[in-house]
């Protein structure tokens, strides 16, 4: 049997980074930069006001106070988005608005609370210093420096950034795109009714969140029944807009093993069938298929889901560069005894308290126990020689409730 480390090594070898491309900037949303990005202008892109208000010149209103208020002409208007060039004669101020280019000349805008508000002449309350209330271009970014570097994660603020620079477009390592492929003849869609001996398809709507959850994209969610030509025919469809597929069950050791069966009869020695030494998701798969990356999981829910986050979610974040890879790892008190087989690393559904330091195992070891899984926060990680672990002992955790 592989230990689970080296299977872990095995998939992350298969799922590699792309080249980096240049994504519009809602595609780029989460995703790595591939590149430093350089500010092709400054910010402010002009003097503009800090305030409504008028633009003067401080020396002009330098004596004014409540009780002698300074009365100038208005000579112009500046609402925000004036494109023509303004000149501010001495003595005169212009009625401007926040974010309306300050006109040459001007030296301080006075805000509106301090004035009579007036449209033809106005009175002004109080002096200003110079400068005061005019954000200065290039005060927040310098044409030419790097705004953002290259392994950064594209937030909204670093969106707003980049289009507040004029750049449509990112450099970012790509999302991979996934397909999914749920395997089995008794499956059938929830919202239709179930015959005697079906039972409603689980795995694709799970493994595609958590796919989602993980960075990726998910390019299809096809079910195939348990017969070669069918589940084949759903490769050739998709698998062609695809970097990586997951299929979940027919790896097992009984017959009508449909994943195992398409790549034997193909003679297709891309994919190697293994079983690895943990529980859940003994029976593991993986290799290309026409190229393109496979790992085929268990179909059980728990097995399919577990070993998506112990395989394939720490492989897939490190191929887009995104942070934290691996769910952070806690370590807890045991509240209870628990047992666990020799030989087989155990992930184990857990309530973990991050308070009180404690965690609790949830719900049975058995890999078809999902509703245990879907109020778990964290998984018990087992090793493979241990068989007890009284309560009261130091355990390592998972942690699935953080990013
Ligand atoms: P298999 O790995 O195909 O032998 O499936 C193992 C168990 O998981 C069986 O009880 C299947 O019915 C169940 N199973 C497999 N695939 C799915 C799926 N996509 N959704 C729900 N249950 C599944
Ligand atoms: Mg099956």
């Known amino acids: 049997m592989r230990s689970v480390e080296e299977h872990q ?34 910010l402010p892109v002009f003097d503009n006001s800090a305030m409504d208000g008028y633009a003067v010149r401080a020396e002009d209103i330098a004596s004014a106070a409540p009780e002698h208020p300074v009365k100038l002409p208005v000579a112009e208007d500046i609402p925000a988005g004036r494109t023509d060039t303004l000149t501010l004669a001495p003595g005169t101020a212009h009625r401007i608005m926040t974010g309306a280019p300050v006109p040459q000349g001007a030296t301080a805008v006075v805000p509106v609370e301090n004035t009579d508000a007036g449209t033809e002449t106005v009175a002004i309350y109080a002096a200003v210093r110079e400068g005061r209330h005019i954000r200065r271009a290039g005060e927040d970014v ?24 004029g750049l449509p477009e990112l450099p970012v390592i790509p999302r991979q795109r996934v397909l999914v492929i749920s395997t089995g003849s008794e499956l059938v869609s929830p919202g239709t009714p179930l015959r005697p ?28 029944g348990d017969d070669v030509a069918q589940f084949v025919a759903v490769l050739d469809r998709y698998a062609a807009a695809a970097d990586l597929i997951i299929t979940s069950g027919g790896v097992s050791a009984g017959a009508y093993e449909v ?31 026409a190229g393109t990356p496979i790992v085929t999981l268990p179909g059980n829910p728990v097995s399919a889901l577990v070993s998506f986050e112990v395989f394939i979610r720490p492989a897939l974040r490190r191929a887009m560069g995104l942070p934290e890879p691996e769910r952070p790892r806690r370590s807890a008190v045991l509240t209870e005894t628990l047992t ?16 009180a330091g404690t965690v609790t195992g949830y719900g049975p070891p058995g890999s078809h126990h999902l509703r245990w899984l879907a109020s778990a926060n964290c998984l018990l990680d087992i090793p493979e020689e241990v068989t007890e672990i009284p309560a009261g002992s130091q355990v390592e955790v998972w942690d699935l409730s953080a990013p």
Do not use: C, H, W
């Not at 310098?142 to 707003?160: D, F, I, N, S, Y």
């Not at 694709?204 to 299809?220: E, N, S, T």
């Not at 891309?270 to 529980?279: D, L, N, T």
């Open 259 to 289: 994943v195992k069966d398409a790549f034997g009869r193909a003679g297709d020695q891309g994919v190697q069938f293994v079983k690895v030494a943990m529980q859940p998701g003994m029976p593991q798969g993986i290799g290309r298929v």
């Open 197 to 224: 001996g079906q039972i409603y398809e689980s795995n694709a709507v799970m493994l595609a969140a958590a796919l989602r959850d993980a960075g990726a994209a998910v390019v299809a969610t096809p079910t195939a």
């Open 9 to 42: 090594r095995v998939v992350a070898e298969l799922i590699t980074a792309p080249p980096g491309i240049r994504a519009g900037l809602a595609d780029a949303q989460g995703l790595a930069l591939a590149d430093d990005v350089t500010a092709p202008l400054s």
């Open 142 to 165: 310098t044409a030419g420096t790097t705004v953002l570097r290259a392994g950064q994660v594209v937030t909204p603020a670093a969106m707003g950034l980049a289009a507040a620079l």
């Open 340 to 355: 666990s087989p020799s030989g087989k690393r155990q992930f184990r559904r857990g309530v973990l308290d991050t308070t």
